[in-house]
């Protein structure tokens, strides 16, 4: 009898586009036989992988993950065509060329509406995972089931989001959803937009708060020397502005939040940090 092979897990990485147009592939369209892509051969059937393409915010401070699939090898590594009907609509109907694919099949719960948003592979494996290559294999089933995990917990109806009905993308789209459903998670008022540090001057109950906005709260650490320093703590801050006489709190409102082992809480007196996928998910408000 056959002894059952384990299957190896891997992350795939893509362009948002090309993940949305060949859902449930792996493939490379710029190698000819008999060349194959670096990794290709070591997809095999039975063997997983998550589909997440990288994002960054406007500034390229910190890179982020939006998933838009899990699946399972069924079929291994050939040079053929793209399927028919991922051919006319992600290149036009004329388009007939091949590529290297690997076939694959959905595995387990998948996002239900869009690509999820999650922190960066790094922060949730707790270790550097190379980003430049498009297929990475994972150390064991804990690791997949870990980002899985992660999916599965930040999955929501993103038609929900205001005004953009889909998870942002960068620091912008963020201030698009927080602009259209400012009161949706708290906010009472705002009272000033600006381009420099802190983005926003809202009202939250009966205080004025600087809020500022970003994708991924680890990129508020390009505002530390923005901050109050506290007297006596060389390097200890104090979540307020440098302005004198502003005595304001400023919070982060960020789309995700990668600051989990906190390291900019200690270092940020009385900071606090507000994921707004978490408030609209679990329809809460900000609380100063």
């Known amino acids: 009898m056959k002894k059952a092979v384990k299957p190896r897990y891997f992350i795939v990485k893509h362009d948002l586009l090309s993940l949305r147009a060949v859902p449930g592939f792996i493939w490379r369209g710029d190698i000819l036989p008999p060349a194959i892509p670096r ?8 063997d ?23 699946y399972e090898c069924t079929a291994e590594a050939e040079h053929g065509p793209i399927p028919r009907h991922c051919r006319t609509s992600y290149w036009g109907r004329g388009w007939n060329g091949k590529a290297w694919i690997i076939r694959g099949r ?26 430049q290559a498009t297929i990475v294999r ?14 599965v917990k930040r999955a929501f109806n993103s038609t929900e989001v205001p005004v953009l009905a889909r998870e942002p993308r960068n620091e912008q789209e963020v201030l698009a959803v927080v602009a259209g459903g400012f009161r949706q998670i708290g906010i009472k008022e705002i009272l000033r937009i600006r381009t420099g540090f802190p983005d926003m ?4 109950g009966n205080r004025e708060v600087h809020i500022e906005l970003e994708y991924n709260s680890v990129s508020f650490k390009a505002h530390l020397p923005d901050l109050h320093k506290v007297r006596g703590q060389r390097h200890k801050l104090l979540a ?49």
């Open 39 to 46: 990794m290709f051969s070591n997809v095999q059937r039975g």
């Open 48 to 70: 997983r992988w998550i589909a997440f393409a990288y994002i960054k915010d406007e500034n390229e401070r910190k890179a982020c993950a939006q998933v838009t699939g899990i």
């Open 106 to 131: 959905k595995f387990g719960k998948q996002p239900t509406f869009g690509p999820v948003s999650i922190p960066p592979i790094d922060t949730i494996l707790k270790r550097y995972v190379q980003k």
């Open 138 to 151: 994972l150390r064991n089933a804990r690791e997949f089931e870990a980002i899985h995990r992660e999916v």
């Open 201 to 204: 001057l809202v009202r939250i």
């Open 240 to 288: 307020k502005t440098k302005h004198r006489g502003d005595r304001r709190p400023v919070a982060i409102l960020c789309w995700l939040d990668g600051d989990k082992q906190r390291k900019l809480t200690e270092q940020v007196r009385n900071l606090r940090i507000f994921e707004l996928q978490t408030l609209l998910r679990e329809k809460r408000k900000i609380r100063i």
